[in-house]
């Protein structure tokens, strides 16, 4: 532990339990993706990632979380997070975002995606790739032992880049504040916060042994949002679509693994010069 937040190190040994988790959970995902088909109800999805998990021998993280009640949180257009599973069904276009969790011997893994169901329409599909780069900006930015806000001003950058580029027919993405990315270890939720925007407090430095779940909420409108009478699911004000994209990062000595994607992070890590730790050799 170090700093007045109390983060948790990890060792590397920890860290591969954490790899464990993150490949179930990546592999959840994967599996949920596949069935996010028109006429599928987002409960049908929460079964196919329970089933995933279970039968890997971990448990989710997110069912009975604070009294939360299913395995995923599905959040569909202008939901930006926490959806809870039910009888809705998904159309042609809808954009879904798919936020999973689970629990291998105490360690977690925490991943989201965003997909269009079907058929995109242009802005949406900028949208979730959007979304995604910046998610891999954000990621890459903690190579080199910065300050925490680089994650913040590179996330940031990356979507301020698209929309500069044509995304979004030029008019600005908003970026949701309220949530944020976090530490992720023995519990789903630790310190440090993990900004998804630039402030002028710099954080605290990133050392090895931290782990960390980044994950950007990129709007095609007003970043305002408020929480339904669930008290759960968090919407747009103004009814405009969202996507959701979300990491499970370890920092280490020699460079990053990414506990959540299937290669480690290795594509698009190397992609942006940043080197993938030895210890992803060890899986």
Same mark, same amino acid.
């Given at each position: 532990?170090?700093?007045?937040?109390?983060?948790?190190?990890?060792?590397?040994?920890?860290?591969?339990?954490?790899?464990?988790?993150?490949?179930? %959970?990546?592999?959840?995902?994967?599996?949920? @993706?596949?069935?996010? @088909?028109?006429?599928?109800?987002?409960?049908?999805? #929460?079964?196919?990632?329970?089933?995933? =998990?279970?039968?890997?021998?971990?448990?989710?993280?997110?069912?009975?979380?604070?009294?939360?009640?299913?395995?995923?949180?599905?959040? %569909?257009?202008?939901?930006?997070?926490?959806? =809870?599973?039910?009888?809705?069904?998904? !159309?042609?276009?809808?954009?879904?975002? =798919?936020?999973?969790?689970?629990?291998?011997?105490?360690?977690?893994?925490?991943?989201? @995606?965003?997909? +269009?169901?079907?058929?995109?329409?242009?802005?949406?599909?900028?949208? %979730?790739?959007?979304?995604?780069? /910046?998610?891999? *900006?954000? =990621?890459? *930015?903690?190579?080199?032992?910065?300050?925490?806000?680089?994650?913040?001003?590179?996330?940031?950058?990356?979507?301020? &880049?698209? !929309?500069?580029?044509?995304?979004n027919g030029g008019v600005p993405y908003g970026?949701?504040?309220?949530?944020?990315? &976090?530490?992720?270890?023995?519990a789903m939720h630790q310190p440090p916060?993990?900004?998804?925007?630039?402030?002028?407090?710099?954080?605290?430095?990133?050392?090895?042994?931290?782990?960390?779940?980044?994950?950007?909420?990129? +709007?095609?409108?007003?970043? /305002?949002? &408020?929480?339904?009478?669930?008290?759960?699911?968090? +919407?747009?004000?103004?009814?405009?679509?969202?996507?959701?994209?979300?990491?499970? !990062?370890? !920092?280490?000595? #020699?460079?990053?693994?990414?506990?959540?994607?299937?290669?480690?992070?290795?594509?698009?890590?190397?992609?942006?010069?940043?080197?993938?730790?030895?210890? /992803?050799?060890?899986?």
């Amino acid at each position: 532990m170090f700093g007045r937040e109390r983060i948790e190190l990890k060792t590397p040994e920890q860290v591969l339990v954490m790899r464990r988790a993150g490949l179930v %959970v990546a592999e959840a995902l994967r599996a949920t @993706v596949a069935a996010a @088909v028109p006429g599928a109800t987002t409960a049908d999805l #929460d079964a196919v990632a329970a089933e995933v =998990i279970r039968s890997r021998g971990a448990t989710p993280s997110f069912l009975g979380y604070h009294g939360y009640p299913a395995t995923l949180c599905v959040s %569909v257009d202008e939901e930006v997070v926490h959806g =809870i599973p039910g009888g809705r069904r998904l !159309v042609e276009g809808d954009v879904v975002s =798919i936020d999973c969790g689970a629990v291998v011997d105490g360690w977690h893994g925490d991943s989201a @995606v965003s997909v +269009v169901v079907g058929a995109a329409d242009p802005l949406d599909a900028e949208l %979730v790739e959007t979304t995604r780069q /910046a998610l891999w *900006a954000g =990621i890459a *930015a903690l190579h080199g032992e910065p300050r925490l806000g680089a994650v913040g001003e590179a996330v940031e950058d990356a979507v301020e &880049h698209a !929309v500069g580029q044509g995304a979004n027919g030029g008019v600005p993405y908003g970026l949701v504040e309220e949530y944020t990315g &976090h530490g992720i270890g023995t519990a789903m939720h630790q310190p440090p916060d993990v900004l998804n925007y630039r402030t002028r407090d710099r954080g605290p430095r990133v050392r090895p042994g931290m782990c960390l779940a980044v994950e950007p909420m990129v +709007v095609r409108g007003s970043a /305002a949002v &408020h929480e339904l009478a669930d008290e759960w699911t968090v +919407v747009t004000d103004d009814g405009s679509r969202a996507a959701h994209w979300e990491h499970t !990062v370890a !920092v280490l000595d #020699d460079g990053l693994w990414v506990l959540t994607a299937a290669d480690g992070g290795r594509a698009e890590l190397e992609a942006r010069g940043v080197p993938v730790s030895a210890l /992803a050799d060890r899986t």
